[in-house]
């Protein structure tokens, strides 16, 4: 009788056990998502909103940080977004997950899996975007009005310098003509004099001067 209670009991024992077990299976089976199992943190990179330079890479913001994801029961790409952006305050549905620093943008997990580093930014809101554009148009127009106003003057302007008349050329002068017996005298030889008055002088030594004799040597040509 002993035996069979103890058998009885070790029985009880066994299926309490493999009711615990069976939990534990069904937990493990909620955890996963597409046979990926869900960790308590996630590691990941936030890059800047806009690539730059001429690879057109997205530089990373600051050092790498993990992000708690213990309250998600799935690892995916709307979880992974909603816990960034409630891990650096943005607002919702402005974070974005890419491939890698390069991009592009990942819409399905299948892109993301086996990746141990997310990389993440964050843009702008639809409304603020669309309340930019709105603001940069009004600015355009704005110059282009301005830009029409200062140019009216110009053209009325132009246009009445259109309708007065145009100054005068000035007129063309030519030299008087030369008549030919001008030419011809001009191309004579002229005569030398027939003759030279030389003053000589010479240098005295003595005195460090120049004398003028009282003489003057005449030659004829």
């Known amino acids: 009788m002993k035996r069979k209670n103890e058998y009885c009991k070790k029985k009880e024992e066994w299926a309490e056990f493999e009711k615990r077990v069976g939990l534990k299976r069904t937990e493990g089976r909620e955890k996963k998502s597409r046979g990926v199992k869900v960790p308590s943190d996630i590691l990941v990179q936030r890059i800047s909103s806009v690539a ?18 213990e309250d998600y029961d799935e690892l995916s790409i709307d979880n992974i977004k ?22 592009p943008s990942c819409t399905r997990f299948e892109q993301l899996k086996g990746k141990k580093v997310f990389f993440i930014r ?27 106003t200062k140019s009216s003057p110009v053209k009325s302007t132009s246009s009445h310098s259109l309708c007065s008349p145009r100054p005068r050329a000035p007129a063309t ?46 030659t004829s040509g």
């Open 122 to 148: 964050f843009t702008q809101p639809e409304n603020e975007s669309q309340r930019n554009d709105d603001m940069s148009k009004n600015d355009n127009m704005t110059k282009q009005a301005k830009a029409g």
């Open 82 to 103: 909603d816990a960034c952006e409630r891990f650096y305050n943005a607002p919702q549905n402005t974070c974005d997950i890419l491939a890698s620093d390069r991009g």
């Open 52 to 69: 730059s330079g001429r690879l057109k890479k997205y530089e990373p913001l600051d050092t790498r940080d993990f992000v708690p994801f």
């Open 173 to 218: 002068v030519f030299p008087k003509s030369v008549s030919i017996g001008d030419l011809l005298k001009a191309g004579k030889l002229i005569k030398p004099p027939k003759a030279y008055t030389f003053n000589l002088e010479y240098f005295d030594v003595h005195k460090c001067i120049w004398v003028n004799p009282s003489f003057h040597h005449k």
